[in-house]
């Protein structure tokens, strides 16, 4: 397996991992007072916090 294809396949299983982040987290906000902006955010930035700390991994490890 190529280095291309490598960065591909860490591309993909981190945006599954954000998708499913921010999805929960914007559903348990949702949940706690039904309010639709909220959640929104909440779950957005969890997220860009999925994402920063996924970064953060890939450079120690790279």
């Known amino acids: 397996m190529g280095s291309h294809e490598l960065v591909a396949l860490w591309i993909v299983v981190v945006a599954i991992g954000v ?14 007072d ?3 902006p909220r959640a929104v955010l909440v779950g957005g930035s969890a997220a860009g916090g999925a994402v920063a700390l996924a970064v953060g991994i890939a450079s120690i490890f790279s």
């Open 19 to 32: 998708v499913f982040v921010g999805t929960v987290a914007g559903l348990l906000s949702w949940l706690e």
């Open 34 to 36: 039904r309010r639709l």
